[in-house]
Each structure stands twice: as C-alpha cells, then as structure tokens.
C-alpha cells in the first residue's frame, strides 16, 4: 500500500511570466496539475514547506495528497525546475491519478547488504550499482515509495539483471516487456577492482650511436714570411 503524503496548494487565475515572478517573489511557487481526463488548473505552493518536502526521496516517487482549497486530489510530481544556483523552486508539474487506470512511475533501488555479502568482503572487488531506479507499472494503490534490493549472496562475478528483482504484489517492469536480453539491463555487478600497471623503465638501447666526437678547429695558415 502505497504511503499518502499531503501537499498544500491554492488555485490561481493569473498566468504569465510576470505573474509568475511576482508569485516567487511572495514566497509562492507556479505549478501546473493536470491530467485523469480533466482541465488542467493552475495553483501556488508555499516554497518553504515544499523546499522541505523537496529534501525526501519520497516526493519524487510517491503519491502526493495535493490539497487545492481544501479539496484533495492525489498526484505524482511529474516536472520541477530549479533556480541554477540558488536553492529555490521555480515551478513544478503534477500528474493526477485515477485509482483505477494503471499509471507508470520512476521508483528508487535501495541496496541491502552489500557490505555483508562475499562481494563486499572481499578485498579488491568493486560492487557497481548500475541502475539507481527504475520506471514501474502498477495501479496507484500499489506504488511503492522504492525496490529493495537484497545483495546478501552477492559474489564476484556475479550480474543481477531486471528479471532478478523481486517486485511488490501488482507491481510490473514496462521494460521487460519486450524480448530481448538486450532489455534485461544489468542493475548491479561485482566485479574485480582495476589495477592499472605502473610503466616499466625503458631499457637502454644497445643500438643507441655512439655520440660524435667534435673535432678540434683547424689550425690556423701560417702568416708569410717578410722578405
């Protein structure tokens, strides 16, 4: 059962990159919800309480309670930009859900056990996590907030793919669909460090010219003799 997280919004009439500005400048941030066959509406969040909420793995994978004056829609953030350097939101997407129409979401691996298992114990083995999440299909009900992967028997040589996480109840990977092994990407490998060899001294060449000896200037003419 997917965990419920409230998110307070207010609709707005007002649109436009000048209204938008003012908004931020207030301490409100421009969204969009859209999506479940309906009109899109615009609304504000209050920037502090969703920079907190920003800070959570969850805001980004789970399902959000957004309530828009006082009337609870459920959403997924779908798009949110930032400031390049400052710490501020400057606008966000949401996607309405509907409890019976099967949505696709991107969902975070957490990796267990890595440090007890023969891979982690063992010296001069590197474990790569080459997936960090991974895209789901389920019914919204059975959105999980992450995949636990479980590296306990983890050895070297050893490549979990796709197929070999185990998914919640409902719960499917879109990208297995296909055939292919080709689609069945791997998700962690244990594999031996790499050790770069240092490059050996160059032996001295026995073919190296011996080096030239400069001769010595020519003696200069004798001067004539006087008569």
């Known amino acids: 059962m997917a965990t419920i997280h409230n998110i307070t919004a207010t609709s707005r009439k007002v649109e436009g990159k000048g209204a938008s500005r ?34 959570n793995e969850w805001f980004y994978s789970a399902i959000l309670e957004l309530s828009i004056d006082g ?7 779908r798009d949110m930009q930032r400031h390049p ?11 309405r859900v509907s409890e019976n129409e099967a949505l696709r979401a991107k969902v975070p691996l957490h990796f267990v056990n890595q440090e007890t298992s023969p891979a982690g114990k063992t010296a001069g083995v590197v474990v790569t996590h080459e997936l960090n999440e991974v895209e789901v299909s389920c019914l919204p009900r059975d959105l999980p907030e992450f995949i636990e992967v479980d590296l306990a028997e983890l050895a070297l040589g050893d490549i979990i793919h796709l197929s070999q996480l185990v998914m919640p109840k409902g719960v499917s990977l879109p990208a297995l669909v296909h ?10 490998i ?3 460090a790499r050790v770069e060899a240092e ?5 001295a060449s026995a073919d190296v010219p011996a080096a030239k000896v400069a001769k010595p200037d020519a003696a200069p003419a004798a001067a004539p003799k006087k008569k």
Not at 71 to 77: G, N, T
């Open 22 to 55: 003012r908004l931020r400048h207030s301490g409100q941030v421009p969204a969009i919800v859209y999506g479940a066959h309906q009109e899109p509406q615009s609304v504000q969040v209050e920037h502090n309480h969703l920079w907190v909420a920003s800070q």
């Open 71 to 77: 009337k609870a829609e459920k959403v997924l953030l």
């Open 85 to 95: 350097f400052k710490q501020q939101i400057l606008h966000l997407d949401f996607l």
């Open 179 to 188: 055939a292919g092994k080709e689609h069945d990407l791997a998700v962690v």
């Open 190 to 192: 244990a594999k031996h």
């Open 199 to 203: 490059p050996e001294p160059a032996a």
